[in-house]
Structure formats: structure tokens, C-alpha cells
């Protein structure tokens, strides 16, 4: 159930045509069956809708998820805190986010299964579906930030930068030649080696690599404002021998 598949269309047509045709079966006075073969509609859900129209009760289209927990509202209230939480560098991760899921229902007054109250957090497949009803969501490896460089961001530091480009920049008219942006970032000399397909039971698996154990190198980069670049370079680690006589 957790990938079902929709085999059929029903439920789907939109509130606009089902309200023309209920006002064509009300005011005209027409069959059931006539109109809802022009709309290409089940004549069982029209006929359901005319009569709550009639009776003036609350008519939608559509199957309503009863079997959800949270409703709509509670559901986006957990997203935008999960979504703030890592704004802020302290992500939820899956197992946080049932935790917090169950202590919510709790708040909420809402009664849930009994795996939830046994295991004090949300099953696998609530999550699976927060996750499909929340597009917005995916679970993601976070990047080791430090504290000093998270703190540093911030809107102040920002600004004070781009204030002081452009003074400097007013100050001399760089051309976009001139302008250069410089990155390096660190590649280890022995790569993880990918997945493979192997025998059950089989304790160890290895592949062959240039190493165990790799030294990091620095690639630096530098790329000009006008798209002219230097080639990169490769800063590796210093070796030291030592003779013994």
C-alpha cells in the first residue's frame, strides 16, 4: 500500500463540472444518466451530488483521506518546522522527525496506532507519505559545517562585505577582466569504491584501489568574471624522507 496505483479515474473530476452538470439535472429537470454520459462522469457520484446539493449539505469531489493522522494544516505546520530546523544547521533527521510526529499527535489529542505509543514515534510508512504529500521535503546528507562559519553568514556580515565591493569597485572601475573568483576544495587520492554484485554470505568484499588509507590534495580554480580561466592546480602533500646512515 505504501506504492499503490491508481487503476481508475474516479475521483478526479473537477468541483466546476460537477456543479454545471447538478444544475442541469436540478434546473433542467434532466436524467441522471443523460448528463453524467455528457460530462463523461459516473452517474452514481452525480447522482450522490445532486443530493447533497439538495439537501444542503457540504458537497466535494473527490475521496477524502480519513485514515490520514494529521489533517492538512498540522501536516505543513511539522514541514515548515522541519524546514527551519535545518535553515538554522540543526536538521531533524528521519527518526527525529517520527519522534517529533508522535509527541505532535500527542499535543494534537489525536489517537494513533498502537505501534506508534509502543515504539514512542511514527511508523516508516507515515513517513514515507508525509514525504509524498510534502514535495517540498527529502532526506538529504547534511555537510559537516562548523560552528564559526555558520554564525559568520549572517546578514550583517553580508552586507558589510558588499558594502565595502562596492567602494572598492567605484573606487578603481574594474574591468570584468580584471574581476578573478578563486575556489579550492580538497579530493582524496583514493576514491570509495562503488557497489557490487557478490555472493551471500560472504563476511569481507573488497575491490582493489591505489590505497587504504589516501592523502588529501588541494585543487585550486580560478575563473574571471569575462569567462577566462586558469588551469587548475594540483597542491599535493610534502613528503620528508629520512636517511639512516
Partial sequence: M????RKTERGKVPLATMQQAADQVMRDNRK???????????????YRFVKKVKNKQPAVCGYIPNRQIFTADQERMIADYTINA????????????R???YECAQKFDIEVPESWKLNGKAGADWLSGFLKRNSDLSIRTPEATSLARATSFNQQNVSTFFDKLAEV??????EACDIWNFDETGVTTVQKPKKIVTAKGVK?????????????????????????????MFIFQERYTRIIS
Fill in 32 to 46: 441522471v444518466r443523460t448528463v453524467a454520459k455528457e460530462y463523461n462522469i459516473c452517474h452514481v457520484t452525480l
Fill in 204 to 232: 569481507q568484499v573488497g575491490a582493489i584501489t591505489s590505497a587504504e588509507r589516501g592523502e588529501l590534495v588541494t585543487v585550486a580554480l580560478s575563473v574571471s568574471a569575462d569567462g577566462k580561466m586558469i588551469p587548475p
Fill in 99 to 101: 519522534k517529533l510526529a
Fill in 169 to 174: 569597485m567605484d573606487r578603481h572601475h574594474f
Fill in 2 to 5: 505504501r506504492r499503490y496505483k
Fill in 86 to 97: 535545518s535553515a538554522i544547521y540543526f536538521g531533524l533527521s528521519p527518526q527525529e522527525v
